[in-house]
């Protein structure tokens, strides 16, 4: 099994910034991939970014972003500490819903029940 705790969400103004962290115990040798999702109220879960434990290939991105946070949001992680940051700059009002972190075997998808671990989420809500 592996764990997932999520921290690091809250409330801020538009234009503000963010960085959300998930922290991964347990049996991570497992995991290749780690996701970030957000379910905003009344809506459908949907991908934020990605990133592989270790560097890409040529066939698998390292990281990979949903068009919707491109160039706002940067995924990065420390493998010394099995901990997945996301930072968020620019926020938007549309930014606003619970995050959260995923794991995976294989490579980075930004499908929903391709994930095997889920965190219980950290909420994000941008007021404008």
């Known amino acids: 099994q592996v764990q997932l705790v999520e921290s690091g969400g809250g409330l801020v103004q538009a234009g503000g910034s963010l960085r959300l962290s998930c922290a991964a115990s347990?049996?991570?040798?497992?995991?290749?991939?780690m996701g970030w999702f957000r379910q905003a109220s009344g809506k459908e879960r949907e991908f934020v970014a990605g990133?592989?434990?270790?560097?890409?290939?040529?066939?698998?991105?390292?990281?990979y972003y949903a068009d919707s946070v491109k160039g706002r949001f940067t995924i990065s992680r420390d493998n010394a500490k099995n901990t997945v940051y996301l930072q968020m700059n620019s926020l938007k009002p549309e930014d606003t819903a619970i995050y959260y972190c995923?794991?995976?075997?294989?490579?980075?998808?930004?499908?929903?029940?391709?994930?095997?671990?889920w965190g219980q989420g950290t909420q994000v809500t941008v007021s404008s």
């Open positions: 995923a794991a995976r075997g294989g490579p980075i998808s930004t499908t929903v029940r391709l994930y095997d671990y």
């Open positions: 347990g049996r991570t040798f497992s995991t290749s991939a």
């Open positions: 990133i592989l434990w270790s560097g890409g290939s040529s066939y698998y991105a390292d990281s």
